[in-house]
């Protein structure tokens, strides 16, 4: 996938939609989003109301960026798990088939080991549908890239124009 950005198609954005919603519900979160690793938002689930989304995808992106920065200076490809826990939220983030990054935002109702198992098995999930996406785009480049630009001019478009 181009880092340029991301190709969203109807059938996967649904099944994305429809993912988020599962992990939503079965962690017990107050908001569940996903972001690109440009920090633009894919998707998001729950308590969205008064949430700045927008800088909040933005943020997630750079901390994420900031810490596969400290992961280098220590060895490591990267760190795919983030956890921050507060007063009242708590924010679990993870990096998902290294395209995107999902996050949970939960409170006391829920708890980080619940929160983990859930991400888990979605984590998979969305990694099956971020490959279909990939395949699609890459097949889509290959129709393009195999079709000549002049496949659709005839001989006799070639007479008029030199004729």
Do not use: C, W
């Amino acid at each position: 996938m181009a880092d340029s950005g991301l190709v969203m198609y109807e059938e996967e954005f649904k099944q994305i939609d429809a993912e988020l919603s599962k992990l939503h519900q079965l962690a017990n979160a107050k908001v569940t989003f996903l972001v690109d690793k440009n920090g633009q938002l894919i998707a998001s689930v729950g308590e969205t109301q008064n949430l700045d989304t927008t800088s909040l995808a933005s943020l997630t992106a750079g901390n994420i960026a900031a810490t596969g920065g400290m992961a280098k200076l220590l060895g490591e490809k990267e760190f795919s798990i983030l956890f921050h826990e507060g007063e009242k939220d708590n924010v679990h983030i993870s990096l998902v088939g290294e395209r995107v990054i999902l996050v949970v935002v939960f409170d006391q109702r829920s708890s980080l080991g619940l929160v983990r198992l859930r991400v888990k098995k979605s984590s998979e999930t969305f990694a099956q549908i971020f490959s279909k996406i990939v395949a699609k785009v890459e097949k889509e480049k290959e129709t393009k890239n195999t079709r000549s630009p002049f496949a659709e001019i005839t001989e006799d478009d070639i007479d008029r124009l030199f004729g």
